[in-house]
């Protein structure tokens, strides 16, 4: 089955459209991602820290939370160029974060802004991002569509059940 936001993708995108994906995090999610980033602050690692912090425990790195966007963005086609991001909760390890991404608006040369609102599982806002960027333009599309009829063959999330 096509992932639905490719599929909106190939149909066109238009100001106002939605989409929402939900993640639940991990420490060892945390643990690659400070690996990979080379991010050991000791928030993310050390509880003596968090403490001090006033925080229940330790936390995901706040891009790890953030880069739930690329969900939607590699879906699409979307090449950024930019993004702002206010963190204003921590997210803890086992924490389910839904990420709302709208876009907000598009130009006819389909420069595009977008707004994405996270929110744990109790529905508290835990960050929120504003992002522009570039949408597929009409034969962008066509390969997108293309690669749909191969089964989107590089595209891990193209065969997972959506319900």
Same mark, same amino acid.
């Given at each position: 089955?096509?992932?639905? !936001?490719? #599929?909106?993708?190939? *149909?066109?995108?238009?100001?106002?459209?939605?989409?929402?994906?939900?993640?639940?995090?991990?420490?060892?999610?945390? #643990?690659?991602?400070?690996?990979?980033?080379?991010?050991?602050? %000791?928030?993310?690692?050390?509880?003596?820290?968090?403490?001090?912090?006033?925080?229940?425990?330790?936390?995901?790195?706040?891009?790890?939370?953030?880069?739930?966007?690329?969900?939607?963005?590699?879906?699409?086609?979307? /090449?950024?160029?930019?993004?702002?991001?206010?963190? /204003?909760? %921590?997210?803890?390890?086992?924490?389910?974060?839904?990420?709302?991404?709208?876009?907000?608006?598009?130009?006819?040369?389909?420069?595009?802004?977008?707004?994405? !609102?996270?929110? &744990? *599982?109790? &529905?508290? *806002?835990?960050?929120?991002?504003? /992002?522009?960027?570039? /949408?597929?333009?009409? %034969?962008?599309?066509?390969? #997108?569509? *293309?690669?749909?009829?191969?089964?989107? %063959?590089? &595209?891990? #999330?193209? &065969?997972?059940?959506?319900?």
């Amino acid at each position: 089955m096509p992932n639905p !936001i490719r #599929l909106k993708a190939v *149909q066109g995108l238009t100001e106002g459209d939605s989409f929402s994906v939900t993640r639940t995090f991990t420490k060892e999610d945390t #643990l690659a991602f400070g690996d990979l980033t080379r991010d050991y602050n %000791p928030v993310h690692y050390d509880s003596r820290w968090t403490a001090l912090k006033g925080m229940k425990g330790l936390i995901c790195h706040g891009l790890l939370v953030g880069s739930m966007i690329c969900e939607f963005g590699g879906q699409v086609g979307w /090449l950024a160029t930019g993004m702002d991001f206010k963190f /204003l909760k %921590p997210v803890y390890f086992g924490d389910t974060i839904r990420c709302m991404v709208t876009i907000t608006k598009i130009d006819d040369r389909m420069h595009a802004e977008a707004e994405a !609102i996270f929110t &744990n *599982q109790d &529905n508290e *806002q835990v960050g929120h991002a504003y /992002l522009t960027g570039r /949408l597929p333009t009409s %034969p962008e599309r066509d390969i #997108l569509k *293309q690669m749909l009829s191969e089964n989107d %063959p590089t &595209n891990k #999330l193209s &065969n997972k059940e959506y319900g």
